[in-house]
T-cell receptor
């Protein structure tokens, strides 16, 4: 399958700071991008989706001004957690693809964010 | 809301087949059944998908009942590295990106 990378793999930051997480497709151009988060012992929760040329669409309950998503190019998406707080500590996972089929979209390895 | 029901956890002996069930009684005619797994602290990994027919690939087999209200993922010879949370998801093909994950089944493969 295609390769998606995330950077950093883990980050620790102080409360009130902003953190940027990058998601890159290494061997394909992605027209669709998704961001998920996962709290300990819980399942993945979809935060937002974005299609090429469009702004991100956020799921209910996800603050778009707090979680800034930039579909910078067909190979790069970034998620910025602004003014992070301890309750934002989570595992953030991106997913990128080029078609509608779920098997044609690929997850990144995830980023562990810890806010002190 | 998740549209599938899976057991919370299962154990399997190493080398034996692992059979993971999933109920999706409200599945619509054009929804696919997808299976993913997530090893601890990693991104989910695609395993297999199907619509009506049984499917097999290098990782697993997918058995879908004739009425499509349930399915079973089969790992023919489970290894310790198959220990993971397995998710069964139903989704329209053209909405494949917007996967909604349920709680999944935590499979523990024991030596």
């Amino acid at each position: 399958g295609a390769v998606v990378s995330q950077h950093p793999s883990r980050v620790i930051c102080k409360s009130g700071t902003s953190v940027k997480i990058e998601c890159r497709s290494l061997d394909f151009q992605a027209t669709t991008m998704f961001w998920y988060r996962q709290f300990p012992k819980q399942s993945l929760m979809l935060m937002a989706t974005s299609n090429e040329g469009s702004k991100a669409t956020y799921e209910q309950g996800v603050e778009k001004d707090k979680f800034l998503i930039n579909h910078a190019s067909l190979t790069l998406s970034t998620l910025t957690v602004t003014s992070a707080h301890p309750e934002d500590s989570s595992f953030y996972i991106c997913r990128m693809g080029w078609s509608g089929g779920a098997h044609e979209q690929f997850f990144g390895p995830g980023t562990r964010l810890t806010v002190l | 809301d998740a549209k599938t029901t899976q057991p919370t956890s299962m154990d399997c002996a190493e080398g034996r087949a692992a059979n993971l069930p999933c109920n999706h009684s409200t599945i619509s005619g054009n929804e696919y059944v997808y299976w993913y797994r997530q090893i601890h602290s990693q991104g989910p990994q695609y395993i297999i998908h199907g619509l009506k027919n049984n499917e097999t690939n290098e990782m697993a087999s997918l058995i879908i009942t004739e009425d499509r209200k349930s399915s079973t993922l089969i790992l023919p010879h489970a290894t310790l590295r198959d220990t993971a949370v397995y998710y069964c998801i139903v989704v329209l093909y053209n909405q494949g990106g917007k996967l909604i994950f349920g709680q999944g089944t935590e499979l523990s493969v024991k030596p």
